[in-house]
């Protein structure tokens, strides 16, 4: 009996043992699938927010198209007059939810497709082309690095720095301060350094466009970004607006003229009426540039449009000296530089042959792996840069010869 008592007690533990395993398999079995069930309620979450998503967008894009119009009118009775983009004009409701206070006369808004109902209300639009102009909130250039134009400095600051400074002056005395001026002289003698540093010294935004940009291809295009620029200029003011090479859009009106020179002219048109319109500039000044004013309109020299026109001369032998000055201050150069003798030896050059020098000077340096130029180094830059001169000017009378 002992025995048989021992087997059955032995099968007993090893059928408990068997049923403790299975128990913890269970256990684990019932974790699993816990964790497995959490995750899939989570996932179900984010399906069901991902398909909710994906409704709305469905359902935005199922949203029929709105129309871009101008008001023309606004009514009495909250009814206002709009010109669609397919021509005609209509008399149509506004939204609730667009505020009566932001419709203006000649506001861009989007209409309904159907109804034409004034839906939103947007913003002015602007060419990104203007808005790709060269928009500088304020020039690091000043007044220190521009060196031999000492009156032409005083007329600028006269014409365009006291206007936006000390307006008041002008009010006192009773005159309408300049609208702009013309900056003429050859390439390289600082026209746009001297639009750049007084705008630094008015904290004036500073847009920089070239003449040539505001010629379009299809009839209208120029002007409607010459108004755009201007636009823009006003609602950044103070602003100096600086066009460089005026005469590819300011040249004298031919009365026989091929279809591209009257898309210019009417450029040139939209230009004139800016300057001399019925909308008041502000605190924009504009400021011309040009090596060509023989060929200018006379229409854009007249008092009241380019009221000063400052002519910029190739710098004498002082005015190079000062610029050579300049441009050596910020330079490691040996004591037995002499400047003097530097700019007696470029007779004729601009400042931007000066500069051109000066950066050759340093180039010859490092090519000797050295860390000062020496005087015999600006030697070798002058008849460098003066050959490099000599050889476009002869290349320039071979082709109109």
């Known amino acids: 009996m002992d025995d048989e008592a021992r087997i059955f007690s032995k099968k007993l533990d090893e059928r408990i043992d068997l049923l403790e395993n299975k128990n913890t398999e269970l256990v684990d079995e019932k974790r699993r699938a816990e964790s497995e069930k959490r995750y ?35 009514l009495v009775n909250g009814k206002v007059v709009v010109k669609s983009t397919t021509g005609p004009n209509f008399i149509v409701n506004t939204s609730d939810y667009v505020s009566k206070e932001t419709i ?53 600051k006269e014409a365009v720095e006291d ?36 705008a630094h010294q008015t904290n004036a935004t500073f847009i920089r466009v070239v003449g040539s940009e505001l010629v379009q291809k299809y009839i209208g295009e120029g002007a409607r970004l010459v108004r755009e620029l201007f636009e823009l200029a006003r609602r950044k003011s103070p602003t100096i607006v600086f066009i460089d090479e005026l005469d590819s859009i300011a040249a004298k009106r031919l009365e026989v ?16 009426a800016e300057l001399d319109g019925f909308d008041h500039l502000g605190d924009v000044k504009i400021i011309g540039a040009t090596n060509r004013p023989d060929i200018i309109d006379e229409a854009l020299l007249r008092p ?26 910020k330079m490691n150069i040996t004591k ?20 051109a020098i000066c950066t050759e000077a340093g180039m010859f340096a490092i090519r000797e792996n050295r860390e000062i130029a020496s005087h015999e180094d600006f030697d070798k830059a002058i008849e460098k840069v003066m050959a490099e001169e000599l050889s476009k000017e002869k290349e320039i009378g071979a082709m109109f010869a």
């Open 336 to 355: 037995d530089v002499d400047i003097e003798e530097l700019a007696a030896k470029c007779d004729g050059s601009t400042g931007a042959d000066i500069k």
């Open 257 to 272: 003229a091929t279809s591209g020179d009257r898309e210019v002219q009417r450029t040139l048109v939209q230009l004139l």
């Open 104 to 156: 203006l006369i000649g506001s861009r808004v989007a209409l309904n497709k159907q109804t034409l109902a004034v839906m939103a209300v947007l913003p002015s639009s602007v060419d990104p082309m203007v808005l790709g102009a060269e928009i500088i909130e304020k020039p690091e250039v000043s007044y220190e690095e521009i060196g031999g134009l000492e009156d032409q400095l005083r007329e600028i």
């Open 304 to 329: 009241g449009r380019f009221d000063r026109i400052i002519e910029i001369p190739v710098p004498v032998l002082e005015a190079r000296a000062e610029i050579f000055r300049i441009h050596t201050k």
């Open 163 to 198: 206007p936006l400074l000390k307006p008041q002056l002008y009010k006192k005395v009773g005159i309408e301060p300049p609208k702009g001026i013309l900056l003429v002289g050859p390439p390289g003698t600082g026209k746009t350094l001297l639009a750049k540093a007084v």
């Open 40 to 74: 899939i309620e989570g996932e179900l979450i984010r399906l069901q927010r991902e398909i909710r998503r994906l409704k709305a967008e469905l359902e935005r894009l199922k949203s029929p198209p709105l129309i871009i119009g101008t008001v023309e009118d606004i």
